[in-house]
């Protein structure tokens, strides 16, 4: 049976509110997410929440009710608050249905079964959350092994990036790593590296770009480091024929991966 | 000769900040471009602010000075004042060393050449200011004609969005209309309308996509609607091999805008 939570000076509600600040995030090792959308997504991948906050107007929906049985029946609590707690909650002035706080989780580099996939997109120093989120929905949609977020990226756990996955964040394993991890980790079996850059020739269609293929995305402002770019097995650019020399990072990471799915599925 | 401003009560600081809000920017014409990189790529382009605002220790750049010299040269105000001003005009809390306040500038769908380019990107009830001002910076890396904004878009002179165009607001024509004048515009001659659907079989890589091609993107929320789908010349779908049915909208146009490139490449 749902607890009821109206106030906003409860404790927990002001416990989980602290959540959209990283540090309390880092404290608890819990998230916010929102939406009957993406909280569906994390239910249908096996992800539930701890506590789940639900707005008595939706409570007869089907999604909602779906849940908020599973949530309770994995040992979790739903509460039955009202608009204003989910707007406090998420931030938004037109919250969704639901805010669900979930336990983070993310894989070690030594979890990844690099055979699994044809493409793992790996990003560093990635500054944006709504870059980040957007580059693991794009993940999802090429069927990447997973996301590698190498040095001192952005939170993927905040709520722009969560939002900004659109639940891909439930259903792409994240890994974090130093970059000489993840290097030595890459060379520990098969697998390229590949890199955009200005500095070549190489158009990014001319490549095989076989299985597995990993796509580095740097830092937005910079770019990636000349050491970096000099562990690329492949360098490539793409036509660029405006003013500016560069895409935006998310925009960058998606033409590039669609062009490796294209090839390894021809 | 510059004149300075310290004082958050001047009434041309809060005028200006005030254009932060679409309200002011409708009734003043005008909108706020941040930061010594987009308002270079403006001044190139021939675009040159009203009032420039710019900080006293960034006075000696040479691209302030080029862009200090340029403005007064042209009628402008150049305004020296301090990181907490410009912070209080831009809204963010590491300003860059200027601001530039802009007549807002759209072109007439009647003025713009589809001859000129291969590729034009057409967006319907766009929400995101960040997703409009990323289209509008993949139109200037694939040469694109320009960006036409069906109905209700959001606003493309909002702070957000400029940031997100990099510049490219600047050099991208950006044309509003509402759908009918539009499908009227675009049958009075050559040029195919491309749109992205679930409902197709057609792999999206599979057409030519002869010059002129006009891209649509629909609502990040809802697609485009089905009588947008029913003008479309050639629907296609892009591969999506994971939970999720749908990318990003900028991510998506990027991907479609880099097919039609490649393909009128060849």
Redesign the interface.
């Known amino acids: 049976m749902a607890r009821e939570i109206t106030a906003f000076s409860n404790p927990l509600v002001k416990r989980m509110r602290n959540l959209r600040d990283k540090r309390h995030r880092r404290e608890e090792g819990l998230f916010l997410a929102e939406g009957l959308r993406i909280l569906t ?1 994390a239910r ?2 096996g992800k539930l929440p701890q506590y789940l906050f639900f707005a008595k107007d939706s409570a007869s929906h089907p999604l909602t009710r779906a849940l908020v049985a599973e949530t309770e029946a994995a040992g979790g609590e739903a509460i039955e608050t009202n608009a204003d707690i989910l707007s406090k909650l998420s931030g938004k002035d037109n919250p969704g249905a639901v805010v669900g706080v979930y336990p983070e989780f993310t894989v070690d580099l030594s979890d990844l079964n690099r055979d699994s996939a044809g493409i793992w997109l790996v990003a560093e120093r990635l500054r944006d959350p ?1 870059n980040l989120g ?1 580059i693991l ?7 990447a092994g997973g996301l590698i977020l190498v040095d001192d990226c952005v939170d993927p756990f905040s709520v722009e990036a969560v939002r ?1 996955s ?3 964040l439930f ?2 394993p994240v890994a974090r790593a130093r970059w000489e991890e993840f290097r030595d980790w890459l060379r520990s079996g098969p697998g390229q590296l590949v890199g955009l850059s200005l500095d070549t020739d190489h158009h990014y ?1 001319a490549p095989d770009y076989p299985a597995p293929t990993f796509l580095l995305t740097g830092n937005e402002a910079q770019g990636m480091p000349e050491h970096m770019a000099a562990e690329c097995d492949v360098l490539v650019k ?7 020399d ?3 990072a ?2 960058a990471t ?2 590039m991966a ?1 062009q490796v ?2 090839r390894q ?1 021809r």
Do not use: C, F, H, I
């Open positions: 997504e249908e991948a709504g957007t929905r794009t993940a999802d949609a090429v069927g900004a659109m639940g891909a259903t792409v269609r793409m036509p660029m024929l405006g003013k500016a560069s895409l935006n998310a925009v998606a033409v669609y799915l294209d599925q």
